[in-house]
């Protein structure tokens, strides 16, 4: 589906969790008719209640507060955080609890992975922070690298619109019914709050299911002078590596920051399988080592950015529901790229072809054999083939 970006919006970066937390607070703090808030994790931390303890005082001050989450990565939360909120006249609702289970069939596996939250049909937050304390991370180092943005203006009209739509699937799917006297629902208004040009983009399984995918490859094939892109998480499919390998090659600068540090095994040693790959195309390839990379951004030709929740994955990609905003904006797309510019310059490593010729078969092979499961795991949920453009 075709992106029509909109303009007249303000977007503001917001870089880790130090910025996101106080601005998202606030706006929660400020609230005055309605709150919708979706996140894959919701944490029982400092940061966590105090997020939930901001929802829980515009519940009782007569806000309606609809919060998501989903049913495995935020598996403990119904029965901690959740059922507090829900005494304070908090919505909880829990997308696919049943995945618990681990059942290796596709339904089971789609996940709620976006980030989102909209305020009064007035202010959005969206990107790829979790509600999670950033200092949270296993060996206590730094936090995590991580980036959101804040919305205001007419692109606020899709935004809420889909932050309703799924809530309201999720009430289907439990059998749930609408409140007797609901609160008066905000619209969004149409009115210009800046001079930025942005666009909504979602995954889901109907109507969207390669939108985010079909929106980097056609920034990446437009790319003239510079390609960043920033991805915890990142096993593409063919066309996604083509495209990569094609700008390189036709004298695009093609930078990929990916995580340096061993957090999901599997993925870590099958992303290194592409290495060789991508390096003997022009691409170049920086591990983050200072902290725990969570950030899922890109900038093209500093005149197009995107922030958001979806990793360059077949789980994010093929999966989850996520949601991006896509700027076509000189400064921000300015402002991200020089922030991801400090990033690499101060925490990450080149990765050359001397170091893979240097890598012991050993780890060559555990590259590759992880690389084969994540290709069997996708052919058991079905969506291998053609679907994840191998």
């Given at each position: 589906m075709k992106l029509t970006p909109v303009p007249g919006n303000r977007v503001d970066l917001l870089a880790s969790g130090s910025e996101y937390f106080p601005a998202l607070i606030a706006e929660l703090e400020a609230a005055t008719a309605?709150?919708?808030?979706?996140?894959?994790?919701?944490?029982?931390?400092?940061?966590?209640?105090?997020?939930a303890d901001a929802l829980g005082r515009a519940a009782q001050r007569g806000v309606a507060v609809h919060v998501v989450i989903d049913g495995f990565g935020a598996r403990d939360f119904a029965s901690g955080l959740g059922r507090g909120l829900a005494q304070q006249g908090v919505e909880v609702l829990v997308y696919r609890l049943e995945a618990a289970a681990l059942r290796l069939r596709r339904h089971r596996l789609r996940r709620l992975h976006r980030k989102l939250v909209v305020i009064d049909a007035r202010v959005a937050f969206l990107g790829g922070i979790n509600i999670i304390d950033d200092m949270d991370t296993p060996g206590q180092l730094p936090p995590r690298y991580d980036y959101a943005v804040r919305i205001e203006g007419p692109l606020l009209f899709d935004i809420h619109a889909a932050a309703r739509h799924l809530a309201n699937l999720v009430r289907w799917a439990r059998l749930r019914r609408r409140r007797r006297h609901p609160?008066?629902?905000?619209?969004?208004?149409?009115?210009?709050?800046?001079?930025?040009?942005?666009?909504?983009?979602?995954?889901?399984n109907v109507r969207h299911r390669r939108s985010i995918e079909d929106a980097y490859l056609a920034a990446m094939a437009s790319a003239r002078r510079e390609i960043i892109i920033a991805n915890a998480y990142f096993l593409p499919g063919r066309s996604f590596r083509h495209a990569l390998a094609e700008a390189a090659r036709s004298g695009v600068e093609v930078i990929v920051l990916l995580q340096g540090r061993v957090e999901y095994v599997l993925l870590h040693y099958a992303t290194q399988a592409l290495y060789g790959a991508l390096l003997k195309s022009g691409v170049r390839i920086f591990e983050y080592h200072r902290s725990f990379l969570h950030a899922k951004v890109a900038v093209?030709?500093?005149r197009w950015a995107t922030v958001g929740s979806s990793n360059i994955d077949p789980f994010?990609?093929?999966?989850?529901?996520?949601?991006?905003?896509?700027?076509?904006?000189?400064?921000?797309?300015?402002?991200?790229?020089?922030s991801l510019q400090h990033a690499i310059d101060?925490?990450?490593?080149?990765?050359?072809?001397?170091d893979l010729r240097r890598r012991s078969m050993a780890a060559r092979a555990l590259s590759w054999l992880a690389y084969g499961m994540v290709r069997v795991l996708i052919g058991v949920t079905r969506y291998g083939g053609s679907e994840y453009r191998e």
């Open positions: 309605e709150i919708y808030l979706e996140s894959y994790i919701f944490e029982d931390d400092v940061t966590g209640r105090a997020v609160p008066a629902t905000p619209r969004p208004s149409l009115e210009p709050r800046g001079n930025v040009t942005a666009a909504f983009v979602i995954r889901d093209v030709d500093d994010s990609l093929l999966l989850a529901r996520e949601a991006n905003v896509v700027v076509h904006d000189e400064a921000f797309a300015g402002r991200l790229r020089a101060n925490g990450a490593t080149e990765v050359r072809s001397d």
